[in-house]
């Protein structure tokens, strides 16, 4: 049985599609199939139910799946085994939102190129139900991201939380004193895409305390928030280190207030299929990056 008919046969089960799959491995689509049928006909049964629309694997290859992934898992340590870390070649598509981006998406950037130096990345920045889109899709190996992936081919790892602030203008009127969630709230308020973790938990943090600010903007880049901020529009909920890192206008402030916006919780999320033998320790790193911003 040839591993790359297995390989083939995982990433159709997993991405639900041979275009998907012929993509994700950078084979034509007709190659897929012929290894999904070469496969079938060595194990004499069908491994997916095939419509017009969809593909849905079958009892048999269901079956399959569990030690098809146990196969695959037991190459890459092979691979990695034999081959060691620094001659690790080949590409890694890593998608972020823009809070890692801001924050230290370099430093882990930084600390992949210093341990696998023959290892190229592509970097894709987007809301986090794009990034999962596009992880779905098998364009992207490896998500840094708010939410967890829930498919039980995902392995989703906890990372250090980021600590979120309310920002201002310099001269925005509560700027030089403290001041508490109910001032805040009679401001314009600025926070991430709706529907995002952020806006999510400041409208539950404003809710429990039976505030209601008069507008709230939904905004999806940081750095279009630190514009609107600088020019006096409301406050907003922003990482801490983002204004740390970037170099940011100098109208803006940090709020005084002991009613700080919840930590932004993170997690990075890969397959555990992936064909990347270094993805495991590369989550390390990605751990690492993290906490030392925490």
């Not at 280190?241 to 700080?260: F, G, Q, Y």
């Not at 990075?268 to 989550?283: F, G, L, P």
Request: hydrophobic share 45%.
């Amino acid at each position: 049985m040839n591993i790359r008919f297995l390989e083939a046969f995982v990433w159709v089960a997993r991405l639900k599609g041979f275009r998907a799959a012929a993509e994700k491995l950078n084979v034509s689509q007709a190659t897929i199939s012929s290894r999904i049928s070469t496969l079938e006909a060595e194990l004499d049964c069908k491994l997916f139910d095939r419509t017009r629309n969809e593909i849905n694997i079958s009892d048999k290859g269901l079956m399959l799946l569990e030690d098809a992934d146990r196969v695959l898992a037991a190459e890459r340590t092979l691979k990695s085994n034999m081959a060691g870390r620094v001659e690790l070649v080949g590409r890694l598509r890593i998608g972020a939102i823009e809070s890692v981006v801001h924050t230290w998406l370099g430093s882990f950037l930084a600390k992949i190129t210093q341990k696998y130096p023959k290892l190229e990345f592509e970097l894709t920045i987007e809301p986090s139900p794009s990034l999962q889109n596009l992880f779905a899709k098998g364009a992207l190996d490896l998500i840094l991201q708010t939410d967890s992936v829930l498919d039980e081919g995902v392995n989703n790892t906890p990372l250090s939380d980021l600590q979120m602030i309310w920002a201002c203008r310099i001269d925005n009127q509560i700027a030089e004193k403290e001041v508490r969630l109910s001032e805040i709230g009679q401001q314009q308020i600025i926070t991430f895409a709706r529907g995002s973790q952020p806006h999510l938990s400041m409208l539950t943090q404003f809710a429990e305390r039976d505030i209601k600010p008069p507008q709230i903007h939904c905004i999806t880049s940081i750095s279009a928030i630190n514009v609107l901020v600088a020019q006096g529009l409301g406050v907003a909920t922003v990482p801490a280190k983002a204004l740390e890192s970037e170099p940011i206008d100098e109208r803006i402030v940090v709020i005084n207030t002991p009613d700080v916006p919840r930590p932004l919780k993170l997690v990075a999320c890969w397959y555990r299929y992936s064909t990347n033998s270094a993805i495991e320790d590369i989550i390390l790193l990605a751990k690492e990056a993290s906490s030392h911003y925490q």
